[in-house]
Every structure is written in structure tokens, then in C-alpha cells.
């Protein structure tokens, strides 16, 4: 006997198989049932009739609903399932089964979302969920290929850092050992900076941290970055870098991953056009943009979410932004030579109100610029002295950013709030389960 997934089922049209899954749902009508079994892999439908299959038809009635069972039958084309097959149940294997008093919590109905929430470890189990976790490892796999393909190495920043990167207010300290102060990392550049002074081309990849108090759509406390940091690379070199990777892991999705696009119901259309080149206006064109469309923002004012809806709805893919005033971005941005006021920075926004998926810019290589903007910044030296070494040693010009994995993802997948698209979310107010 064949055993294989619900993905595979497909191949073995006409041939009885076993399967290993989960009963996921259960129709009862007289004398034949319809099962929903799924594997991880996909669902797929059954039929089991007493007449037939008495034996499997006692098994599987008023079984309940995520009760593990291994299933054999014959696979069958049907158009009208999910995913185009069925399976005849001849027989039927109980793992385990789901006590009727303590039935599974999440029915096929809506449930609040604090609930699913609550219920994350389970809440996963569903086709959407499961569909969404399958796109951002595809997400994953794409950036990846494509940093490799570039000529970058995947190195990795700690997590536990002794000052900030992205300003103090969002901070966890953590009490390190014999109470010294550390910090969870809020992006892994300065790491990545040393690095490509070490290795020419390097991207880190892991886990960033912020205490951001803000309840929004598009912020977790806890989030993944994939931070690409290039030595003797300009701004123009970045921003081009940041729109393939952009183009490279929505391609990947389209072409791996529609099955899972389906059963969000994303409108892959909106997808097909996000290949280079990606439009690029400066700061202050996106001012008079905003202004033009009724929002009285001015030089020197910071884009929130709204000013980056109102921003992106203008194009049909993501729109780079680059040259932000100095006084609103990070300490460590090379001012542009021409109009110091200005930072070598970009941003680039989704489409359809995501806003900002990555955030980067052309770095300062002058020892005594950096040191000042540390001093302006109020960030304390000592944390900084091998950072400073940087610029002792060879300094060259160099520039890199944050591509936020949640975010590019949530676009991608189209969902309303970021937090489904980690496998469990850490919020201001949610660190369970
Ligand atoms: O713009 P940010 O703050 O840039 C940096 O951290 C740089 N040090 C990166 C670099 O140049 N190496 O963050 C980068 C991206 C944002 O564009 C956004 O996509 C994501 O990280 N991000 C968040 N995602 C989810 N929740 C949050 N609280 C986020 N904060 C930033
Ligand atoms: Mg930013």
C-alpha cells in the first residue's frame, strides 16, 4: 500500500492509497459520509458508504473533529473538490481520538480574533493559516536565493547587544548575567556593517526586537529582518538591490505558491506587475504629492501610515522614497553631500495601504561625522567603539537596509493585520501563547 499527502494525491489517481492526517470535518447524511481529512499538505474530501465499507463507515461516524487517523481508499478525479481529488475511505485507523468532552475550540465558523489569538497553537491548523505559513516560508526561500544569487553571505547578528541602532524608546533591556544591562537587538546592522568590511557582501537574517507601544496593523514587538549591508555600495546600488529582492520574493510566491494564494482568494493581478523598475520620488516630490491630495504635510514631518497609503495608491507596485531630512532618520545616515539637510535614506512602501516593508540607506564612513551625530543622538561612546573602529580601518563608503519579513508578507497574502502572518505573534499586550 501506497502512503502519501494530500498535495501528492494528484499522481495516484485510480490507485487506493494511505493517507496520515486529521479529520478536519464531518458531514453526516444516512447511509454515506463526507469527511474533510487534512495532512499539513492540503485537504482533501472523502466519501465512505455503510454499504460498502461498513467497517470504515463505524470508525469514522460521529468521529470528531481533529481526531488523528490514518486513511485508506482510492483516489479519484472530482472536479467540484478542493483541489480536484477525492478519496473513497475503505478503511479507516484511529490515532487518536478527540474526547467529545473537550472538542476542538475552533469550529468552522467565525471566531473572534482575541480568541484565535488565545488559541494560536491551534488556530494554525487551519487551511488559511496553514496557507499563509506555507507563503512566508516561500517568501523566505526566494529572498534568500536571490541575496546568494547577488553574491551576498548569510551571516548572523547576535540577539543580545549592548546599545541601540533604531533610537532608544522602543529598547527591552534584558537583565544579562551579574547585572550587567544589555539590550535585545532592534536590527542586526551595525553587526552587518563590521561584517561586510570583513566579507564585501552580507546579509543577516533573523529575529529583531522593539518595544513598540503602538497597537497597529502593521507592528509586532517581535518581527524577522533580513538586512542586506554592502561594502563601497552607494545609495542608487541599494535602492536597486532592495527593488529586485522586493520583485524577486512576490515572483517566487506567484510561481511556487498560487495554490495557497487561492485559498486566501489574493488577487494575484495585483501582484504580476511588482518587477523593477519600481518608481522612485524623492521626499519632497512625496510632500507635494501628499499636499496634492488634500494632506497639509510639510518639510520635516514624518510619513505615518495615512501620508504612506496616500503615497503608494499612486502606483500599481511599490514606490521607492528616498532623501529623507536628516533630522528625521537614524544617526548613522550619510547626509547627501549636495543638501546635507537631506539623508542618503530610502524607503520603500507597499501597495494597497501596507506601507514601509524596508527601510535603508547609505551609511556615514567619516570617523569625526560619526562621532558627532553619536553626540547629537545622545547614544553613549563607549557602546560604540568597536562601531567607531569601522571608521578607523579602512573606512569606505558603504550602505545597506531592513527588509521587515511580516510586513512584505502580509502584503503578499493580503491580510488585514500582520500578526497572522507570524506563527505566534508577540504584541504589546501578547506574549501567549
Ligand atoms: O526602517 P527600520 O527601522 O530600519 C532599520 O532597522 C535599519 N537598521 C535596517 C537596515 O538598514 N539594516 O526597519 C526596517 C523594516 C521596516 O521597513 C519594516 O518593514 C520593519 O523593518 N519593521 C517592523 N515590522 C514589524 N513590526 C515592527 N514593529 C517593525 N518595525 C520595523
Ligand atoms: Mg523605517
Redesign the pocket.
Known amino acids: 500500500m501506497t502512503t502519501t499527502t494530500i498535495e501528492q494525491a494528484g499522481k495516484h489517481d485510480g490507485q487506493e492509497v494511505t493517507l496520515k492526517g486529521w479529520l478536519y470535518n464531518l458531514r453526516e447524511s444516512g447511509k454515506l459520509l463526507f469527511p474533510i481529512f487534512r495532512d499539513g499538505t492540503g485537504i482533501i474530501q472523502g466519501v465512505c458508504s455503510l454499504k460498502e465499507n461498513p467497517e470504515a463507515f463505524a470508525a469514522l461516524k460521529g468521529l470528531t473533529q481533529e481526531s488523528s487517523v490514518f486513511i485508506t481508499g482510492k483516489i479519484r478525479a472530482e472536479k467540484r473538490a478542493p483541489g480536484g481529488y477525492e478519496i473513497g475511505v475503505t478503511k479507516l485507523q484511529i490515532v487518536q481520538r478527540v474526547p467529545e468532552s473537550t472538542p476542538f475550540p475552533i469550529q468552522l465558523k467565525e471566531h473572534g480574533v482575541d480568541f484565535l489569538l488565545d488559541n494560536r497553537h491551534l488556530w494554525i491548523r487551519t487551511p488559511r493559516q496553514a496557507a499563509i505559513l506555507r507563503i512566508r516560508a516561500e517568501a523566505i526561500r526566494s529572498a534568500r536565493e536571490y541575496m546568494d544569487s547577488q553574491g551576498y553571505t548569510l551571516t548572523d547578528a547576535p540577539m543580545f547587544t549592548p546599545a541601540a541602532?533604531?533610537g532608544t524608546s522602543t529598547l527591552f533591556e534584558v537583565n544579562y548575567i551579574d547585572d550587567q544591562k544589555a539590550y535585545l537587538t532592534?536590527?542586526?546592522?551595525l553587526y552587518?556593517e563590521a561584517l561586510a568590511m570583513a566579507l564585501g557582501k552580507i546579509y543577516t537574517f533573523g529575529p529583531t526586537f522593539?518595544a513598540?507601544k503602538s497597537k497597529t496593523r502593521?507592528?509586532?514587538?517581535e518581527?524577522w529582518?533580513l538586512?542586506p549591508?554592502a561594502a563601497y555600495v552607494e545609495l542608487d546600488e541599494a535602492m536597486a538591490l532592495g527593488e529586485g529582492l522586493v520583485s524577486a520574493i512576490v515572483q517566487g510566491v506567484l510561481k511556487n505558491k498560487s495554490r495557497e494564494l487561492e485559498t486566501l482568494k489574493r488577487d494575484a493581478k495585483k501582484l504580476e506587475c511588482v518587477k523593477p523598475p519600481f518608481p522612485r520620488i524623492s521626499y519632497e516630490e512625496a510632500v507635494a504629492v501628499l499636499n496634492k491630495n488634500g494632506n497639509p504635510a510639510k518639510f520635516g514631518d514624518d510619513f505615518g501610515g495615512d501620508e504612506e497609503t496616500i503615497i503608494s495608491s499612486s502606483f500599481d507596485r511599490p514606490v521607492i522614497v528616498h532623501r529623507y531630512p536628516t533630522s528625521l532618520k537614524?544617526f548613522y545616515m550619510q547626509p547627501d553631500p549636495q543638501r546635507p539637510e537631506l539623508a542618503l535614506a530610502f524607503?520603500v512602501l507597499a501597495p494597497e495601504g501596507y506601507g514601509?516593508?524596508?527601510?535603508?540607506?547609505q551609511r556615514i564612513h567619516d570617523y569625526d561625522l560619526l562621532v558627532k551625530r553619536l553626540r547629537e543622538h545622545k547614544l553613549p561612546e563607549e557602546a560604540f567603539e568597536w562601531y567607531l573602529d569601522l571608521r578607523r580601518y579602512g573606512s569606505v563608503p558603504h550602505s545597506?537596509?531592513?527588509?521587515?519579513l511580516?510586513?512584505t508578507v502580509a502584503w503578499i497574502c493580503g491580510t488585514e493585520h500582520?500578526r497572522e502572518v507570524i506563527p505566534f505573534p508577540r504584541m504589546i499586550y501578547r506574549v501567549y501563547p
Open positions: 541602532c533604531e532592534q536590527s542586526g546592522q552587518g522593539r513598540e502593521r507592528h509586532l514587538t518581527f529582518m538586512e549591508e537614524a524607503d514601509e516593508i524596508i527601510g535603508g540607506s545597506g537596509f531592513g527588509l521587515g511580516e510586513r500582520i
